[in-house]
Structures are given as C-alpha cells and as structure tokens.
C-alpha cells in the first residue's frame, strides 16, 4: 500500500516521530494533515537530537514535506526551525492554511487565565494560540498562507483589519495586544517574504501523487483522545487527529490507508482531565509529593516532559479500554509499540483491561463524560516484569515477560503489534510484521 497514516492512539507524545522517520527512508512525500506547533515530534539519528513543532518528521530525510490546509501554522516558529537545520528543506505549505498571529497567543493566555478565575481549572492549552487560530479559520476571518507570502499590500490591509477587532477581544479580558500594531506589520511582513518560495496546492499535489503511486506517509499531531470531537471535551485539542480527518484536511477522497496507531507502553498526559491509569493520583500539574513511585521512575526513565512546554507528563499504566475505543474509531491496521524499555526494571507491570464504576465492571470507553471518567477505577492485569531490553533488535530476544505484554495488546485489539521500540534511537528498533515501503 502506498499511503500510510501515523496516528497517536492515547493523549499524544506517542512517539510518532520515530516511527515517520522510519517510514522515510523510502518515502517520497510526508503529510502533516493538522494541529500546530502545540505538539512536538523528537527524532535521534546517530545520537543528534531533533525536535520539530512546525516542520513535518520527514524533513530530516530530505523528502518532500507538507503542510495540509487544515494545520494552523505558526510562520515564527517555522522560519526558526528551518533556520537552524543543518540541511536544505523540500517543503509545501497550502495557500489555504491558516496562520497563527501574535493576538492569537494573547487571547489564548487571557482566556485561560479567565477560566481559572472563574472555575479554578483551566484547559491546560500551550498557549500557543492554536484554538484562537481555528476559531478564526471557522468564522472565516483568518489570515492565510496565500496572503502572508502575497501582496504586502493586501496583507498589511488584512493585519490591520483584524488587529482592531482582536484589541476588542482582548478588552473584553482588561488585557491588550502584546505587539503594536506595526509592530505586527513589519513582523509578519518579513515572515512572509522567508516563506513566499514554499507555497505549494497541497490537495493537488497528492492527488497526482496517489495516481502516480507514490509513497505517502499523513503524519497527525497530538493524539486521537485529544481529538476535538471525540477525545475528552472540552480537555482537548482544537483539531481532529484521527484517521477520518485526513481527507478533508489534505483535499483527497477518502482511499484505503494502512492505519498505524502508535501507542506508549504506558500513558501520559499533558494537560488536565481524566486518565483513568493515573499513578500521579490525578494531579495536574504534577506534584510529585503524591505520586506513585512507579511514576516517578517511569517518569525518569522516559523523559517525559512536554516537548512544547517543559512540564512534566502524568503517567499511568497502559489502557486497553480506551486503547480499544481509539482502535474502533481509526481502524488500526497495526500498532507500533514505543518506549517498552521503560518499564525495564519493574517488578510487576499493570495493564488496565477494564473499568470498575460504582461496583460493576465496564469495558466501553465514554470519552465524552468526564464525570463518569474521573468516578471509575482501573481494573488491572498483573504481569511479571522484565529485565534491561534495550539490545534486543529481533523479536525472540525479548524477554519472555516482555512478549506477554505485548501478546496481551494483540489480544484484545485483534490486530498485530508490528513494530517495538526499545529505546530511542532509530536502530533500537524490532521489526517484527511491520512493511517498511519498497
């Protein structure tokens, strides 16, 4: 099969990078389909660290990577990561993408900042403007690509415009714009002269790449319980990462994918609402004087802290309750497994494999109900734990604790675990069912 989707089965931080990045090596076009640079994806080639907001993973292949209309992008954050590459950039970006402006992130930052006054919690956005952004995409008064690299004319006409309708907004908050308006001008001018060279008809150009029978990866941001309709509203993203929403998003009819889920072998939120798993005993932000030890040291292990933001992830045991919904509603083809290195050491591991509420045991994921989430306990499966995997490059040399937990994933969601990372890098990998592309 020729097009092959990316997508993050729990909260995101999946590790999807990883798994574009190896994909690519006989890729010819990476798609990022939507979100914005709220997420990151982090790669590791032979040591050397990358992290990517704006750009596509497959840009460090040096294939031709896009950005789909249904991103918002943020053309600051863009210019500065292709600034500081060490490599030319085969890139297109859609005219009709929508870009995020510096009133976007103060609206962001005001409204939550609102939303804890008012209610004492907030959403627990990146401030990255990002919801703003697609609001203004919605009720067609955002600026696009088309324009930010088009006539300077036209664009100051269209920045100034706005700008007096969003100091309004900001009013309404006792706050006002964090740049001056000419300031915003110059800023966004220059931006869009950096940029002019990368517009490209993204829905266009994979439809000839489809009929051509090229090799196409769509690569999601976030993950599908963050997903705007079906995650844990309102707790979530601002798009939809999930497999369906690649359609419109890129201007294609709907084709046959092969569906990847990448899912950790634990979970992790960034953010607040439920996570049913949670050893971090549900606080958001981590406050680690109330953690479990387990997530303290899985914690460690991982690194798991924001890309985008620096703060520290919750973490819990893997969930196949709603790792079975995220199945459902993207159709995984596979599962490709990440971080299993770091529950090397543990004595016993957990798999949450139902929910108990109120005394009766559930297996169906109400994603919608945070309520009923945050009333419901973890029913767990025990398995023993494994030792140190990280050499292991074939399947037979995994402990044999280590392939019981994977088994049991295969179990439930009846479809195969073709891939398992077992550290970072793009060699501490087993292959097992998984088809690279010819």
């Given at each position: 099969m020729t097009a092959v989707c990316?997508?993050?089965?729990?909260?995101?931080?999946?590790?999807?990078?990883?798994?574009?990045?190896i994909l690519g090596e006989k890729a010819d076009y990476v798609v990022r389909y939507q979100g914005g640079n709220n997420a990151g994806h982090t790669v590791i080639i032979e040591g050397k660290k990358y992290t990517f907001h704006a750009l596509p993973s497959g840009t460090l292949r040096g294939i031709r990577s896009l950005i789909a209309s249904e991103v918002v992008l943020d053309p600051r954050q863009l210019v500065k990561e292709i600034e500081g590459l060490d490599r030319e950039v085969d890139l297109g970006i859609d005219p009709r993408t929508t870009i995020i402006m510096p009133w976007h992130n103060d609206i962001d930052i005001a409204?939550?900042?609102?939303?804890?006054?008012?209610?004492?919690?907030?959403?627990?956005t990146t401030a990255k403007g990002i919801g703003p952004c697609y609001e203004d995409d919605k009720n067609r008064s955002g600026i696009r690509f088309y324009e930010l690299a088009g006539d300077k004319k036209r664009l100051e006409d269209r920045i100034k415009q706005v700008y007096?309708?969003?100091?309004?907004?900001l009013n309404m908050y006792n706050t006002k714009p964090a740049?001056?308006?000419?300031?915003?001008?110059?800023?966004?001018?220059?931006?869009?002269?950096?940029?002019?060279g990368y517009e490209a008809d993204v829905s266009l150009e994979i439809s000839d790449a489809l009929k051509g029978k090229k090799n196409i990866i769509f690569e999601g941001a976030q993950g599908t319980l963050l997903d705007i309709k079906f995650g844990n509203y309102p707790k979530v993203t601002s798009s939809h990462p999930m497999s369906g929403s690649i359609f419109d998003s890129v201007g294609i009819p709907p084709i046959k994918l092969r569906t990847v889920g990448i899912t950790k072998a634990y979970v992790t939120k960034v953010g607040s609402g439920p996570v049913v798993t949670c050893l971090?005993?549900?606080?958001?932000?981590?406050?680690?004087?109330?953690?479990?030890?387990?997530?303290?040291?899985?914690?460690?292990i991982g690194k798991e802290v924001g890309t985008t933001t620096g703060r520290a992830r919750r973490?819990?045991?893997?969930?196949?309750?709603?790792?079975?919904?995220?199945?459902?509603?993207?159709g995984f083809s596979e599962i490709a497994l990440t971080k299993l290195d770091c529950l090397s050491g543990l004595r016993n591991i957990n798999i949450a494999t139902a929910y108990?509420?109120?005394?009766?045991?559930?297996?169906?994921?109400k994603g919608w109900d945070l309520d009923f989430l945050n009333e419901c306990e973890p029913y767990?499966?025990?398995?023993?734990?494994?030792?140190?995997?990280?050499?292991?490059?074939?399947?037979?040399?995994?402990?044999?604790?280590?392939?019981?937990?994977?088994?049991?994933?295969?179990?439930?969601?009846?479809i195969p675990v073709s891939i398992v990372s077992v550290g970072p890098g793009r060699e501490e990998t087993i292959y097992r069912s998984f088809k690279k592309f010819k």
């Open positions: 990316v997508i993050g089965s729990q909260w995101g931080d999946e590790g999807k990078g990883k798994v574009v990045d409204r939550e900042a609102e939303r804890k006054k008012q209610t004492g919690s907030e959403i627990g007096e309708t969003k100091k309004k907004v740049q001056k308006l000419q300031e915003v001008i110059d800023q966004y001018t220059k931006l869009g002269e950096s940029l002019k971090d005993a549900g606080q958001w932000p981590v406050d680690e004087t109330k953690s479990d030890a387990v997530a303290k040291y899985i914690r460690k973490v819990g045991w893997l969930d196949l309750v709603a790792l079975e919904y995220t199945h459902r509603i993207n108990m509420h109120k005394g009766k045991k559930i297996t169906d994921y767990y499966e025990t398995f023993d734990g494994f030792g140190d995997i990280t050499d292991a490059r074939t399947y037979r040399k995994l402990p044999k604790n280590a392939k019981k937990f994977i088994q049991a994933i295969e179990d439930r969601l009846n």
